[in-house]
């Protein structure tokens, strides 16, 4: 790939889906000519890491964006094609599914699957008449994390239930050429760890809500090891990712 149709792909990945980068005027001055007009002739980004980090992000969180957009923009219950579409489009998921108010399955594919899914979970929280925030949740079993997203329906303007996406995290990180070399952490849990198992001993010096206080993305310090991060919001929810400061990591 030209150096030229890294920057675009770069941008493209910067903008697409995700409105809070567009908080973030430190990031976008570093990448982004404040005319606004993108500089064809540059040589790259300044940071050849945060490059290279961005480069094997792309793939998977391109591919999460797109799931989001399709997600966010169902509102009402949909026919059984657009529930065959998702799975076709977007074949890492592992699922589709459908639940009323009280949790009770409407529709399901595939009807079975080798990990015990709970849709109750997704509904912790009340559904509101006007609540269509996507929800993101975690649910461990002993085949591996699944992730779900889902968004309300509605009929009359009130919430009859919510349409649902999971997939397993593993089947989406390898959507990235070096899936080795970042994790991925969701709902307090380190549901992707790349190369770096130690992470799991030190998730709780991890603290999302302080990382988040100062923007979207940033570096921290992990037992004397850095790590840049970068987070998407889904929801009120958040996806954070991590890759070691150094390639040989």
């Not at 480069?55 to 529930?83: C, G, H, K, M, N």
Request: charged share 25%.
């Amino acid at each position: 790939m030209s150096r030229l149709n890294l920057i675009l792909v770069l941008i493209v990945f910067l903008m697409s889906g995700c409105t809070v980068w567009k908080s973030t005027k430190k990031f976008y001055k570093e990448y982004i000519d404040p005319d606004p007009k993108i500089d064809l002739q540059a040589n790259g980004l300044d940071n050849e890491f945060e490059e290279y980090f961005a480069r094997i992000l792309y793939p998977a969180d391109l591919q999460l964006s797109e799931v989001l957009r399709r997600l966010d923009a169902q509102d009402t219950y949909p026919d059984e094609i657009w529930f065959e579409q998702m799975l076709k489009d977007f074949p890492w998921l592992s699922g589709v599914a459908a639940i009323d108010r009280k949790g009770q399955v409407l529709f399901k594919h595939p009807a079975h699957s080798v990990k015990d899914l709970d849709y109750t979970v997704l509904l912790t929280k009340r559904l509101r008449g006007n609540d269509s925030k996507i929800r993101l949740c975690v649910q461990d079993s002993v085949f591996g994390s699944e992730v779900y997203l889902s968004r309300p329906f509605f009929k009359d303007n009130r919430a009859q239930g919510l349409l649902v996406v999971h997939f397993d995290p593993r089947s989406w990180a390898r959507l990235s050429p070096a899936p080795g070399k970042f994790a991925i952490i969701a709902e307090g849990k380190l549901i992707w760890a790349g190369k770096y198992k130690e992470l799991n001993k030190l998730l709780t010096q991890i603290n999302r809500i302080e990382l988040l206080k100062d923007g979207v993305f940033g570096q921290l310090e992990i037992k004397n090891r850095s790590f840049y991060w970068f987070s998407r919001s889904v929801g009120k929810s958040w996806f954070i990712y991590l890759t070691a400061e150094s390639r040989g990591g």
